[in-house]
Structures are given as C-alpha cells and as structure tokens.
C-alpha cells in the first residue's frame, strides 16, 4: 500500500488500493491491534485537539486506520462526533498540502510520489470550475456556494465577493480552504453507516470508550452564538419557563444558566434575560451565573449531559435529534452546523438592534 494513500486516504485511489488488496476488514479488527489503536487515536485526537495526530510509521496501519475509524465512528452514531472527526480529517488533509505546496509548489507526499495540485483539483471535480488569474484564482459561483457554505466570516458572504461573469475571485489560500471543505463533506458523505455484527463486536470496547470520551467532553469552547430558536428542547422549554416568570427547582435554574454560560452569553446578558421571572433576582441569579462561570468558585461547570437532565426530570419534549446526542451542546451545535447561515441571527444582535 503507497505512502501517498496512507497520507490522503480519503482519495478515491486509496479506496481502491484498500479493494484490490481484498483486506478482510473483519479480520483487521479481529487481529491487527495496531490499525485498531491508530484508528481509536485517529478519533480521539478529533476530539481533543481538531486534527487526528501523527501518522504510523507503517502505511498499511496508517491507510486501513482510517475505514476503521470510519466504522468506530458510525459504531457510535452521534451527529457531533461524525462533524468532528470530518472536521479533523479535513484540517489534517489541509495541513499536509497547503505545507507541502509552500515548500515546492507542488504536493509532495513522499520522495518518490507526488499529489499536484491539478490532480487534487480534479479529485474534487474543481479544476473545470476554476481557472487562475494574475492575482489568484476565479472559480465558479455555484461551485463557490457549495464549498465556501461552512465559513462563517463576514468575507466569505458572496454580498462581499465581486462576482462577474458567475465567476468569484479567490486567493490561494481560500483555494486550499474550499479544498479542505471538500475533503470534510466526502468525509462526512454515507456517515454513519451499517456495521456488521462481527465487526462491531470485535470494536465494542473501543465504541464504549469512544462514548465515554464524548459524554465527558467540554463541547462549549467553539460556540459563541445565540440563537434560542436551534435551543435544544429541554432548554427551549425551561428559558420559556423563565420568561413565564415560574418558579423552576435549583436544578432546573442551574442547567438553564450553565448552558447559556456554556453558549457564550455573559452573566450581564443573562440576568436581562431572566429579569422579567420574580423568583430570579438580580443578586441572586447574578451570583449563579458567576459561580457557574468560576468567577466565584474553584470550578467552571459545563451544562449538564442529557443522562443528568433524565434523571433529575428536566429533559422534555424529545425530537428525533434526541435520540442520537448524549448532550444538550451536542444538539445546540449540529443545529448550528445544518443551519443556513443567513438564518442565524444572534439573539443579542437582534436586541442591539431593538434598541
């Protein structure tokens, strides 16, 4: 198996290599520990830190880590793992050609192979929608929309693009970022999928600790958006409880102010939120807030899994989304991410402009 598969295993060629070596992926998992523990790493390092870490010194191992931790990651089947993984796989694709293309102009993945940037292009069906310029590149509109939909910056807006001829100008590096975005949605593309029994068997432990690690996570770090329409059910249910003015248990009160902490508001946005509820006080819901942020206390607290809105009885009128998250940020963020960013408009915004 080629080095330069192992580097970009999401490239049509790789998944044919894997194919016409009849791997048993059955008998992988059943008797390769190593491809089993670099696909877990593959995962984890998605969680952790956004890429999926360094490659195994062996090509085989690095290039069959990657289906199996494809099938790990359909094993779990959760809407914010699949995004995360994708995300991972696509930053460490970008990472590898936007250095290798600075160091020689070209897409160098070993001593002996190479991956051009046309070839790459053509991969993504991208080359006969682009073409280069004097200062950069223009590429198709449509082909634009579809790659550029994820970034979330005022410059990517295509109201702040000059679009002539259905054509949009980019520079290399935006070239390199819509390339990433299409690694990340041929990743994320049939995720999940169906596993076989023997297979999934052989990986449970690996699934349960891959759980584990997600119910554990702190998923509140990236969100800084404010939009109650995407709120989880549970939470949509106890902020329209306290613009009700009910009264709400300590429990109910401390999930409601953890998760609107945990989604980027601070405590003086919190307590105008909540001061139309008699039972929430301005000093005492302001003290909450600041004890759950850590300003007051030894401990920065997260919004609690949906395995503790259960059981203390705060997780209400469940959807479809529900049944496949195990926190309520999780659900808040795949909400975020199917949403079509012209309709998010950030609660505060929306006051700002109020006023």
């Given at each position: 198996?080629?080095?330069?598969?192992?580097?970009?295993?999401?490239?049509?060629?790789?998944?044919?290599?894997?194919?016409?070596?009849?791997?048993?992926?059955?008998?992988?998992?059943?008797?390769?520990?190593?491809?089993?523990?670099?696909?877990?790493?593959?995962?984890?390092?998605?969680?952790?830190?956004?890429?999926?870490?360094?490659?195994?010194?062996?090509?085989?191992?690095?290039?069959?880590?990657y289906?199996?931790?494809?099938?790990?990651?359909?094993?779990?089947?959760?809407?914010?793992?699949?995004r995360?993984?994708?995300?991972?796989?696509?930053?460490?694709?970008?990472?590898?050609?936007?250095?290798?293309?600075?160091?020689?102009?070209?897409?160098?993945?070993?001593?002996?192979?190479?991956?051009?940037?046309?070839?790459?292009?053509r991969?993504?069906?991208?080359?006969?929608?682009?073409?280069?310029?004097?200062?950069?590149?223009?590429?198709?509109?449509?082909?634009?929309?579809?790659?550029?939909?994820?970034?979330?910056?005022?410059?990517?807006?295509?109201?702040n693009?000059?679009?002539?001829?259905?054509?949009?100008?980019?520079?290399?590096?935006?070239?390199?970022?819509?390339?990433?975005?299409?690694?990340?949605h041929?990743?994320?593309?049939?995720?999940?999928?169906?596993?076989p029994?023997?297979?999934?068997?052989?990986?449970?432990?690996?699934?349960?600790?891959?759980?584990?690690?997600l119910?554990?996570?702190?998923?509140?770090?990236?969100?800084?958006?404010?939009?109650?329409?995407?709120?989880?059910?549970?939470?949509?249910?106890?902020?329209?409880?306290?613009?009700?003015?009910e009264?709400?248990?300590?429990?109910?009160?401390?999930?409601?102010?953890?998760?609107?902490?945990?989604?980027?508001?601070?405590?003086?946005?919190?307590?105008?939120?909540?001061?139309?509820?008699?039972?929430?006080?301005?000093?005492?819901?302001?003290?909450?807030?600041?004890?759950?942020r850590?300003?007051?206390?030894?401990?920065?607290?997260?919004?609690?899994?949906?395995?503790?809105?259960?059981?203390?009885?705060?997780?209400?009128?469940?959807?479809?989304?529900?049944?496949?998250?195990?926190h309520?940020?999780?659900?808040?963020?795949?909400?975020?991410?199917?949403?079509?960013?012209d309709?998010?408009?950030?609660?505060?915004?929306?006051?700002?402009?109020?006023?």
């Amino acid at each position: 198996m080629k080095p330069l598969h192992a580097r970009y295993p999401f490239l049509a060629s790789a998944r044919e290599a894997v194919q016409d070596a009849g791997v048993d992926l059955a008998a992988v998992v059943a008797d390769e520990q190593q491809v089993v523990q670099r696909a877990l790493a593959r995962i984890e390092g998605a969680l952790q830190a956004g890429t999926v870490g360094d490659p195994h010194r062996r090509p085989r191992v690095e290039l069959l880590s990657y289906p199996v931790a494809r099938v790990l990651v359909s094993l779990v089947d959760e809407h914010v793992l699949t995004r995360k993984y994708a995300r991972a796989e696509a930053a460490t694709a970008h990472e590898r050609f936007t250095d290798a293309v600075h160091e020689d102009t070209e897409l160098k993945s070993t001593q002996t192979e190479s991956l051009s940037l046309d070839a790459l292009l053509r991969e993504f069906d991208l080359a006969s929608a682009l073409r280069e310029t004097a200062d950069g590149y223009r590429v198709e509109v449509g082909t634009y929309l579809e790659h550029a939909a994820d970034q979330r910056e005022d410059a990517w807006r295509l109201v702040n693009r000059d679009l002539a001829d259905g054509e949009v100008p980019i520079s290399e590096g935006e070239l390199f970022v819509l390339l990433r975005q299409a690694v990340q949605h041929r990743i994320e593309d049939g995720l999940p999928f169906d596993v076989p029994d023997a297979i999934a068997a052989e990986l449970d432990a690996e699934r349960e600790h891959i759980s584990e690690q997600l119910a554990d996570l702190d998923l509140t770090r990236e969100i800084d958006t404010v939009v109650p329409e995407l709120f989880p059910p549970c939470m949509k249910y106890l902020l329209d409880q306290v613009q009700k003015g009910e009264h709400l248990e300590h429990h109910s009160r401390f999930a409601i102010a953890s998760f609107l902490t945990s989604i980027g508001m601070d405590t003086d946005e919190i307590v105008d939120l909540f001061q139309v509820n008699p039972g929430f006080g301005e000093e005492a819901t302001r003290y909450q807030v600041d004890h759950i942020r850590g300003e007051t206390s030894p401990t920065e607290y997260s919004a609690p899994s949906c395995a503790t809105m259960q059981s203390y009885g705060d997780c209400v009128n469940m959807d479809d989304l529900c049944e496949q998250i195990s926190h309520p940020m999780a659900y808040y963020e795949a909400k975020l991410d199917d949403s079509d960013e012209d309709d998010i408009v950030d609660w505060r915004e929306r006051q700002e402009s109020k006023s």
